[in-house]
């Protein structure tokens, strides 16, 4: 098993979003400006774990902007939404 990179960042301010750099790690497992990834937030003892997102194959007659407009207005609507899970 490879030897992982530890590393200690600060957390800043980027526009109205709080965020770190960690740009060796993510060249580490491949990723680069543009690739997705999947955040796993594990609120119980303090971890966020990033991976890189598996390709998905899409079935026929389902393209991929209308899987970005979907995840657009699930972003949009985050808040309704959870208010509706809840009624």
Do not use: C, H, W
């Not at 980027?14 to 680069?32: D, H, R, V």
Request: aromatic share 4%; charged share 35%; no cysteine.
């Amino acid at each position: 098993m490879s030897k992982g990179i530890e590393m200690e960042r600060k957390v800043t301010k980027f526009g109205n979003s709080l965020g770190i750099t960690m740009t060796e790690a993510l060249k580490q497992i491949g990723l680069e400006v543009g690739d997705t990834v999947s955040i796993d937030v594990k609120e119980e003892n303090g971890e966020i774990i990033i991976r890189r997102a598996r390709k998905v194959q899409l079935p026929a007659g389902i393209s991929s902007d209308f899987l970005d407009t979907l995840s657009q207005v699930m972003e949009d609507y985050d808040d309704t939404l959870k208010g509706l899970k809840d009624r």
